[in-house]
C-alpha cells in the first residue's frame, strides 16, 4: 500500500479508496482461496460462489475503509491524526457486522479493525517496522 501513503491525508479520496478496495479484494481472493481449499465446497459453482461472496465483502471493507479514512479527515482537519483511522476500521468493522447479521462480530470488528489501523498509522508516522535489522 505504497502509493496510499503518498501525499497529504484528506486528498485525492477516490485514489485512496480505489487502492483500499483492491487492497480488500486481493485479500478477499486469498481468504477464499484457503477457505475453499480447507471446506471443500461439494460443488465448482459453489466454489465460485464462495470467492465471489469473501471477495467482494473484503473489496467493501476497503472501500468503507478508504472513504471514511479520507472523509473523516476532510471533516476533521486535522489529516496527520490517527483517529480518522480509528474511525476507518470502526465504519469497516460495523459493515461487517452488518454482513453478519450479528451485533456481536460488528462491534469486535469494529475495535479490532479500528486499533489496528490506529496502530498501522502511528507505526508509519513513527517509522516502525515489522521486518528487517533494528534500527539502533
Not at 9 to 18: A, F
Not at 61 to 90: H, M, N, W
Amino acid at each position: 500500500m505504497a502509493g496510499y501513503w503518498d501525499g497529504p491525508e484528506g486528498e485525492q479520496c477516490p485514489q485512496r479508496t480505489w487502492l483500499a478496495t483492491r487492497v480488500g479484494a486481493a485479500a478477499g481472493l486469498v481468504g477464499a482461496a484457503y477457505r475453499i481449499i480447507l471446506l471443500r465446497p461439494g460443488s465448482a459453482l459453489a466454489a465460485l460462489q464462495t470467492a465471489a461472496a469473501d471477495s467482494v465483502t473484503m473489496a467493501t471493507l476497503g472501500a468503507v475503509f478508504g472513504l471514511s479514512t479520507c472523509l473523516s479527515a476532510q471533516v476533521r482537519e486535522e489529516p496527520e491524526d490517527p483517529l480518522k483511522y480509528f474511525i476507518g476500521g470502526c465504519a469497516a468493522g460495523a459493515v461487517l457486522g452488518v454482513r453478519a447479521h450479528s451485533y456481536l462480530t460488528g462491534t469486535t470488528a469494529c475495535l479490532g479493525f479500528g486499533i489496528t489501523a490506529t496502530l498501522m498509522k502511528i507505526g508509519n508516522k513513527e517509522g516502525w517496522r515489522l521486518t528487517g535489522p533494528p534500527k539502533l
